[in-house]
């Protein structure tokens, strides 16, 4: 499969749009028992991981993903003792995770157990987070593993899962309401949330549909955006929100309430994530802001 090409053809999500990366390199390639996972490697992006044909993630730039998905959140609240990723098999969000001094534990819960041991094996720069102390991986349903959780037991909720649905008839894992109501139970008076959607201007219906099953958990909403050039569309949104049982949280969190410097974001190791990074990136389009606004507010 050297030279040919992996091509993401969603009309769904992407109509009348087609994105390829040449494969230099198939690296490897299997079938689980959930998806069709492949690792091969691109001139420029490296080494890029794809489940069911979606890329997930590239040597090059996992980075910006994988630490704004973490910091949003992370920043939002001054407690994060106890994370729970949801999704995140490839351990880019543990990894990031740890890296605060305030987290004590991180549960990572995956259900398939094949993309945990390729990214062991061919992308370790990630996967190794597991080997952290602080970082315990469940191999299990996130919907399942969620329903048998107790009540108000974590801090903050990261939802890392692939936006490809199990068939073109059904939604992404995230847009689901029985999911979020589950994850309201299991989080803390003000802790919080936040997921991966979709990119402004991309597909608003599927963004409004993402938001409005969001808000079941909380209407303390609030959109980053993030540049990552292996994505289809060059970027990705993320939704992050914290959860207040008693009364409605007017809290801005386009600015985050714990700051982290850029000279302190050296020190931990960050490479995108810094407070001012954390507002410019919640910093919308006019016409977005007020499309945004509605959806938020409706």
């Not at 079938?31 to 979606?54: A, M, N, W, Y």
């Not at 993402?210 to 292996?230: D, Q």
């Amino acid at each position: 499969m050297a030279g040919t090409w992996h091509t993401e053809e969603e009309e769904r999500e992407y109509p009348g749009q087609r994105f390829q990366l040449r494969r230099e390199k198939l690296i490897y390639e299997t079938q689980s028992p959930f998806q069709t996972i492949q690792v091969f490697e691109h001139v420029k992006f490296g080494r890029v991981l794809s489940l069911d044909g979606c890329i997930q993630c590239s040597t090059f730039d996992e980075f910006l993903y994988q630490e704004m998905l973490t910091f949003l959140p992370l920043c939002s609240t001054d407690d994060v003792r106890s994370v729970l990723v949801l999704g995140g098999g490839d351990g880019g969000v543990a990894r990031e995770v740890v890296k605060d001094p305030r987290v004590e534990s991180c549960t990572v819960g995956d259900i398939d157990e094949a993309v945990v041991e390729t990214c062991r094996k061919y992308i370790p720069s990630m996967a190794d987070s597991f080997q952290h102390p602080k970082v315990t991986l469940v191999i299990e349903n996130a919907k399942e593993y969620l329903k048998r959780m107790p009540d108000n037991s974590v801090n903050v909720v990261i939802l890392d899962l692939t936006d490809c649905p199990a068939n073109e008839d059904s939604e992404p894992l995230f847009i689901n309401r029985d999911l979020m109501t589950n994850i309201r139970r299991v989080l803390r008076d003000g802790g919080v949330l936040a997921e991966q959607t979709y990119c402004p201007y991309s597909n608003n219906a599927l963004l409004s549909a993402a938001v409005e099953v969001f808000k079941t958990a909380t209407r303390n909403v609030c959109y980053g955006y993030v540049p990552v050039p292996c994505f289809p569309n060059g970027g990705i949104g993320l939704c992050f929100g914290r959860v207040w049982k008693n009364g409605q949280d007017n809290v801005d969190l386009s600015k985050p309430l714990v700051k982290i410097t850029e000279e302190r974001a050296h020190e931990m190791g960050l490479k995108c994530y810094y407070d001012e990074f954390h507002a410019g990136s919640c910093t919308m389009p006019l016409e977005f802001r007020k499309w945004w606004k509605d959806i938020v507010e409706g």
